[in-house]
Every structure is written in C-alpha cells, then in structure tokens.
C-alpha cells in the first residue's frame, strides 16, 4: 500500500508554553502531534521520522544537507507515494526552496508548520498537517517541485514567502498567488510550474553572505566580508537593483578578488534589471561583473549561491545558472 512519509524538523507545530519562561520551546514529538490528528490515517497510510526538534533559525547549511539526504532515501522507496516535512515557518521558504533546487523528483515533497504553538487557541499544526498529506497524496502534485501548504493553501517553493510575524494567513506568492488550494479534503491545482531550476550538489558552500542595501552606506562592511574568506555575496539592492556610489566601489573590489556577488532587489515583487547607468545604478552594476538575480527574495538568492558555488567556482557557469532563462 502507497503511504506519506512525515518527517518531523521540529518548529512552532512542535512546540509549547513552558510556564516557568513563559515562553514556547520545543517540546511535541511527531507521535504526539499525530495524536492529536486521529483522522489523519484516513487519508493514507502513515510513517514517521523524528528528524529532529529544531526551531527553524537553529538550522545550519549541514542540517539542510543531511535533510535533503533524508528525503532522496524515503522518495526512492517505490511504497513512498510523498513526503511531508514539518518545519519552523521563520526559514521554511529557504529549506523548501533548497529542497526544490537540489532534489530531482516527481513525487510530492510539501513543507508545512504553523504559526501558532500547540499551547495557543487556535492551535493550526493539525489542520496544516492534513492539507499538506491530502496535497502530497494527489496524483495532480506529482511534477510540481516542492511546496509549502499553509491555511489551505498551496504554495511553490520558488514563490512564497511569509510575510506576517504572527498571522496564520500569513504566507504568501506576492507575484504569482498560490498554485492550488485544499478544499473539502482534495487538493485542487490551478496551474503547472512551467519552469524549474535544479543543481546537482551534496553540500552548501557557507561562506556566503547576504547584505541589506540602505541609502548613505559605504563600502566597509563589503570590505570586511570579503576579507574574511567569503566566497559570495548576496546584495538586496534598492528598486530595480541600484546601490549607493560607495558600496558600489566595495562591489568593484569584491569582484577583483574572485567573490561571486548577485544582485536582488529589497522590494517583495519585482525583478532586477540594468536600468539605471549612474554609478551604482544596475548598468554600471552588470559592467562590474554583478549577476543579477531576477525576483529572487534576498535569502533565496543566497540560498541559490550557497548550491551553485558547492556546484562550480566558474563565474560563467553561476551567472548561467541564475541569468539564463529556467528550464
């Protein structure tokens, strides 16, 4: 019989108040979670993995590897039909989008959370939990990458985002909306995802950093990074991608001592493009040798350069990788 793998990162969903911090801490193993969702056996056969009891900002380029491995040795096993993973829901688009990059697979992989400890009214693991094994047991999310079900809706990893500190509503496809939804215990899909990216790695390159442009900044914090060791940067720039004139000069140098260095946008929508020819503007940027990473969110773009540079140290073959229009 066909079942859903669970495997349990730990996160919110995982959590309770503890009285004498009176604050959430990990505290729920998936059995108990499950206990708490009876019916969720009705939808599929059922294995679980306690991968762990992680808040979502413990986790570490290692443990993202060690979770990608996880899920390629459940996903081959023919009875597997898909994978659910529970996760912290502060890096949960960084992880799915990881999984999505690095993982070549048409079985289901669906990440999901909450956003409210198992301690609060209004407690949303459970029904997270089922619309994420009704979603990874549809024959119609076969082929779709990896995707985040929250609040009844379905999510690509590429797209989505959390937008909101505390609200349950509160990831979000800003460009794109949501690719489906979950409706009276099915899973309906809207539309395909046309395009999608993959890099073969068993490993993250970790020396890669990501930095918040602001207008007046100068270019020491650039400086610093790159002579630490880094081996990429990540820049969420203003508007279309544009920089102050002196971080500019920072981007010059980094690029003279080999760091890759990609280029975002701070807004939520929106691509980046070489409008602007002024110093700094994205022109002048691209001339530098910046790649630019279309409407990658900032940790996503980083999370992309950490899988490329662990792909290949070849400048021409990462800005293919992020320029070249997605197959």
């Known amino acids: 019989m066909e079942k859903i793998v669970i495997i349990f990162t730990g996160g919110t969903i995982s959590m309770k108040n503890d009285a004498n911090l009176n604050a959430a801490i990990p505290s729920l193993s998936g059995n108990d979670i499950l206990k708490m969702v009876p019916n969720i056996k009705e939808i599929s056969q059922i294995e679980i993995i306690q991968f762990g009891n992680f808040p979502s900002p413990h986790f570490t380029p290692e443990l993202l590897v060690n979770l990608k491995l996880e899920v390629e040795n459940v996903i081959k096993k023919q009875q597997v039909k898909g994978v659910v993973i529970t996760h912290g829901t502060d890096t949960i688009e960084e992880t799915a989008y990881f999984l999505d990059l690095t993982i070549n697979s048409e079985k ?49 990893a590429r797209d989505v985002t959390k937008t909101h500190t505390s ?44 930095l918040k442009v602001a207008f007046g900044m100068d270019d020491k914090i650039i400086r610093f990074l790159v002579n630490s060791g880094e081996k990429g940067i990540v820049i969420e720039g203003t508007g279309r991608g544009n920089v102050p004139p002196k971080l500019a000069d920072g981007i010059e140098y980094a690029i003279s001592k080999g760091v890759i260095v990609v280029l975002v946008s701070r807004c939520p929508m929106g691509r980046v493009d070489a409008s602007y020819g002024y110093k700094g503007g994205g022109k002048h940027l691209k001339s530098l040798g910046v790649i630019f990473g279309d409407n990658l969110s900032g940790q996503k773009a980083r999370i992309k350069l950490m899988a490329a540079l662990a792909y290949s140290n070849n400048y021409n073959e990462i800005k293919k990788l992020f320029e070249e229009e997605r197959t």
């Open 167 to 210: 609200s349950i509503d509160t990831f979000k496809s800003l460009e794109t909306g949501p690719i489906g939804v979950v409706d009276n215990n099915r899973a309906y899909f809207y539309r395909n995802i046309e395009t999608r990216d993959y890099i073969p790695v068993d490993h993250l390159e970790p020396r890669v950093s990501l």
């Open 108 to 156: 289901p992989i669906v990440l999901t959370g909450a956003m409210k400890n198992s301690s609060e009214i209004g407690y949303d693991g459970p029904s997270n939990l089922i619309a994420s094994v009704i979603t990874a047991s549809s024959e119609k999310a076969k082929n779709k990458g990896v995707l985040v079900v929250f609040n009844n809706e379905i999510h690509a």
